[in-house]
Nanobody
């Protein structure tokens, strides 16, 4: 069983910054790609950013230039640095990790950006 522990969410004013963390734990971890998704009330879950096992990154157009995804492999942790936050970034943010066979979702952390 793999557990994902997310942290860093909260309330911030527009233009501010937050850094989300997601740490994976369990036995025989074999993690390849790591991802962030988000879901606002009434919307479907959307992809935000990805990082491969070798460090290649990709971003949704809505966050390019503002968000940065990174990982610390010895700590089995993925980060999402969010700068210049906008009210439309308000959502529950979910960590998603994938191994050769199994895939895991975090329970989500709330990010609220006030106008």
């Amino acid at each position: 069983q793999v557990h994902l522990v997310e942290s860093g969410g909260g309330l911030v004013q527009a233009g501010g910054s937050l850094r989300l963390s997601c740490a994976a734990s369990g036995s025989n971890l074999r993690i390849n790609s790591m991802h962030w998704y988000r879901q606002a009330p009434g919307n479907q879950r959307e992809w935000v950013a990805s990082i491969t096992g070798l460090g290649t990154t990709n971003y949704a157009d809505s966050v390019k230039g503002r968000f940065t995804i990174s990982r610390d492999n010895p700590k089995n942790t993925v980060y999402l640095q969010m700068n210049t936050l906008k009210p439309e970034d308000t959502a529950v943010y979910y960590c998603y990790v994938a191994g050769p066979v199994n895939r895991y979702w975090g329970r989500g952390t709330q990010v609220t950006v006030s106008s």
